[in-house]
C-alpha cells in the first residue's frame, strides 16, 4: 500500500490555519475527492459540520471545490458524525464529508469520509483522493459544474432514525434525563429524540457559539452533568462529545460510567434478549469487562486503539458490538458508526428490559485498578525489542496471574511508551507499574 500524506486512522485533523487544515487545502481536497468520487459520472455529496466557528471556511472550501469537479452538495449544517453517516446512505449520495475534530478543542478541526453505504471510505479510495491532491485544479465545464442545497429536513430525518432503534412499543415515560451535548453538534437533535420518546430532560451544553465546543461540558469534562444530575434528582446523565460519536453516563448517584461499563451494560441485555456471539474492545479496555464479559459466557477480543481497529474487528469476528473506553460504542445491528445517542438508547432499553436503576445494573461489572505512566523514549530506543524490559513484564505478569495485565504501548503520535498496569489489587498495581517504568528507563539509560 501506498504512504499515506494526510489521511489517518480518523481522516484528517489538524490545527485550524496550519497546513493541512486550511482554506486552500479544503478547496484542494473538495475538488480532488469530487473527481474520484465522480468517476465520470455526476456524484452527490453530503457535507455536514459540528458547531466549530472554522466550519463555515472549510464548508464552504469544500463545496466549491467538489462543485468545479461536477459533483453536487447537500449541506447539512450542524449535525453528528454518525447522522451524516446515515443521511449519506438514505439520501443515495456517493459520499458524505464531515467538518469536526470530535472532542478536540475549537481551534481543531478536521474532515473525515463516509462511503455510500454510511461506513468508512476504502482504502484504495483515500489514496486516490490523495494521489490528486498536488494536481492543478482544473474546473469542468460551466454547464456541469455541481450545484448545492440545503437539507432542510435533516435534523428531522435523523431523529426519527435514532427513535426507530428503541425498541417498538417502549418509551421514556416516567423517566428523567439531564443531556449535555457539549456545545456541539447534537445541541438541537439530542434532547429531541428522549422528549419525543416521552422523558422529561434538562439540557446543559447547548449554547454553542463557535468557541465553546467541548469546553468544560461534554463526554471529555462530565463534571458538570455529574452535579447537575444529582441537584436535579434525575435519573441519570448523558454526556456526548463534540461530535456525538461518544457517549459517558451518570447514574443517579453522580457516579460516572465510562464506555466500558456501559459495553457491558448493552452486551449483558443483549445476550437475554437474542444472543451474542462476542464484544470488541481495545488494549485499553479494562480488564474488569473481559473477565465480566466471561461470567456471562460471552467471548472478548481486543483491537488496536481507535474505533478504525474495533470496526475491523467486528467485522472480521462477524460480531455486532464493540466499542473503546472513551465511550465510542458501535452497535452495528443498529447503525454503521459509533453513535452516542443511538447507545444510550440501547444502554436505557437494558434498564427496562432488567426493570433496574443504572445504580443497580452497572454493579455486575467490576473494574479493576488500572494505572499508566507515559514514559519518554530517547530516539532510536525500541522498547518492545529490550531483553530486561521484556524480562520485567514476564515477571509482573506472572505475579499477577489471571487476574491482572501488563501492556507496553508505544504512542503512534509520540515519542512516548505508555506502560500500563491492572489487576485486582491496587497497590500491587501502583507498586508493578512504577517498577516497569523504572525499567524502561534503566534500559533506556544502559542503550
Not at 450542524?78 to 447522522?83: C, D, G, L, Q, V
Not at 435533516?154 to 434525563?177: H, Q
Request: proline letters at 4%.
Amino acid at each position: 500500500m501506498s504512504q499515506r500524506r494526510y489521511f489517518g486512522t480518523d481522516g484528517i485533523r489538524g490545527q485550524v490555519g496550519s497546513e493541512p487544515i486550511t482554506a486552500r487545502f479544503m478547496l484542494q481536497l473538495g475538488w480532488a475527492a469530487g473527481r474520484v468520487l465522480a468517476s465520470g459520472r455526476r456524484g452527490r455529496v453530503v457535507i455536514g459540520k459540528d458547531t466549530r466557528i472554522s466550519g463555515y471556511m472549510f464548508e464552504s472550501a469544500l463545496e466549491a471545490g467538489l462543485a468545479a469537479a461536477g459533483c453536487d452538495c447537500r449541506l447539512l449544517g450542524p449535525m453528528p458524525t454518525p447522522a451524516i453517516a446515515y443521511l449519506t446512505r438514505t439520501l443515495h449520495a456517493s459520499a458524505g464529508i464531515v467538518i469536526s475534530a470530535s472532542h478536540n478543542p475549537y481551534h481543531d478541526n478536521g474532515i473525515k469520509f463516509f462511503g455510500a453505504d454510511g461506513s468508512k471510505l476504502p482504502d484504495a479510495t483515500e489514496l486516490a483522493i490523495e494521489a490528486l491532491l498536488d494536481a492543478p485544479i482544473e474546473t469542468i465545464a460551466s454547464a456541469q459544474l455541481g450545484r448545492a442545497e440545503r437539507v432542510s429536513d435533516a435534523p428531522g430525518r435523523y431523529i426519527e432514525f435514532c427513535k426507530s432503534t428503541f425498541p417498538y412499543g417502549s418509551d421514556l415515560r416516567g423517566l428523567k434525563l439531564v443531556v449535555d451535548c457539549a456545545n456541539g453538534a447534537t445541541y438541537q437533535v439530542a434532547p429531541s429524540v428522549f422528549r419525543e420518546l416521552g422523558a422529561e430532560v434538562e439540557v446543559i451544553g447547548n449554547r454553542p457559539d463557535g468557541l465553546n465546543i467541548n469546553v468544560d461540558c461534554g463526554s471529555t469534562a462530565p463534571e458538570a452533568l455529574q452535579r447537575h444530575v444529582v441537584a436535579s434528582g434525575a435519573d441519570l446523565g448523558i454526556a456526548l462529545d463534540g461530535d456525538g460519536d461518544r457517549l459517558v453516563m451518570v447514574d443517579h448517584t453522580g457516579a460516572l460510567l465510562d464506555g466500558d461499563e456501559l459495553l457491558w451494560v448493552i452486551a449483558r441485555d443483549w445476550q437475554q434478549q437474542q444472543g451474542i456471539a462476542g464484544v470488541a474492545g481495545t488494549l485499553m479496555s479494562n480488564l474488569g469487562l473481559e473477565l465480566a464479559l466471561r461470567e456471562l459466557g460471552i467471548s472478548f477480543s481486543r483491537a488496536k486503539v481507535g474505533d478504525r481497529y474495533v470496526m475491523e474487528l467486528l467485522r472480521d469476528k462477524g460480531w455486532l458490538l464493540g466499542g473503546e473506553s472513551s465511550g465510542h460504542i458501535i452497535c452495528l445491528n443498529r447503525t454503521t458508526t459509533g453513535d452516542g445517542i443511538i447507545s444510550a438508547l440501547q444502554v436505557i432499553a437494558a434498564l427496562r428490559n432488567a426493570d433496574r436503576d443504572l445504580y443497580t445494573l452497572k454493579q455486575g461489572m467490576v473494574k479493576l485498578p488500572q494505572q499508566m505512566i507515559n514514559v519518554q523514549l530517547q530516539p532510536g530506543f525500541q522498547v518492545l525489542a529490550s531483553d530486561a524490559v521484556l524480562a520485567a513484564v514476564c515477571a509482573a505478569e506472572s505475579e499477577l496471574g489471571d487476574r491482572g495485565r501488563v501492556l507496553l504501548r508505544p504512542s503512534g503520535t509520540e515519542p512516548l511508551v505508555r506502560v500500563m498496569v491492572e489487576g485486582d489489587d491496587a497497590t500491587q498495581v501502583a507498586r508493578l507499574v512504577a517498577a516497569l517504568a523504572d525499567e524502561v528507563q534503566s534500559a533506556m539509560r544502559a542503550h
